[in-house]
């Protein structure tokens, strides 16, 4: 299992460095930018249609779920096939699972949003988009800015992308993953500017894992 953890301290400190933090600073600037534009209520109140959401809330489960036991799942196949392809992958989308959940966590410790009514409060007529608890802890992880859900299936996708670049199939299926959950999470759970921020920083979080597992299976194939 050590290649889980492949370079992961370097990798954190990546996903902050440079134009990567660049990056971040443009999640905060579009979630105030719909925050005080009014766009995260005006999309809040645009998807509360019972059909829409039938199909979208299957986002929040599979968001929460496929990035443990499906990860783990495919591990052990791999690693049971003794695939060392695969069993590399799996530690590449680990990693960048692991890390998404973490710094997702670490952003909403301190800013503390409250999620959409109807999960928050069971007030559906109140504009509370606006709200933020900056702080220490003072409105839990669970919900929040950014979107866990996004952010793990951004980072997870782009990981993906990144360790297959040149293949079309898997590039569009990582995709519509990552933006179903977004989408999804969006318009069930969390504000439209959760998820914005949660893609664009998972995006970087699994670029920076997906281009640094890359090259160490692209060494180990030909070391020379």
């Not at 409060?121 to 608890?133: A, E, G, M």
């Not at 569009?172 to 914005?196: E, M, N, Q, R």
């Amino acid at each position: 299992m050590r290649g889980f953890f492949y370079k992961i301290l370097a990798n954190f400190a990546g996903i902050f460095r440079g134009r990567n933090l660049l990056r971040h600073l443009a999640a905060i600037a579009l979630t105030y930018l719909f925050v005080s534009t009014g766009f995260d209520w005006f999309f809040f109140q645009l998807t509360r249609n019972p059909i829409l959401q039938s199909l979208l809330f299957p986002a929040v489960l599979l968001g929460a779920f496929l990035p443990l036991f499906g990860i783990l799942l495919f591990y052990l196949i791999s690693a049971i096939k003794k695939k060392a392809k695969f069993i590399h992958i799996s530690y590449a989308l680990g990693q960048a699972a692991l890390l998404g959940l973490s710094i997702s966590d670490l952003y909403k410790f301190f800013t503390g949003r409250p999620g959409p009514p109807g999960f928050s409060t069971r007030d559906l007529t109140t504009d509370i988009s606006h709200i933020f608890r900056f702080g220490i802890l003072r409105g839990g992880i669970f919900f929040g800015w950014p979107s866990t859900h996004t952010t793990v299936a951004f980072a997870m996708a782009f990981a993906l992308i990144m360790l297959y670049p040149k293949n079309k199939r898997i590039r569009c299926a990582a995709l519509i993953y990552a933006f179903y959950i977004g989408i999804g999470v969006s318009a069930t759970i969390h504000w439209f500017s959760d998820f914005t921020a949660g893609a664009i920083i998972g995006s970087v979080i699994g670029i920076v894992v997906g281009h640094s597992f890359q090259k160490k299976y692209s060494s180990e194939k030909d070391p020379a």
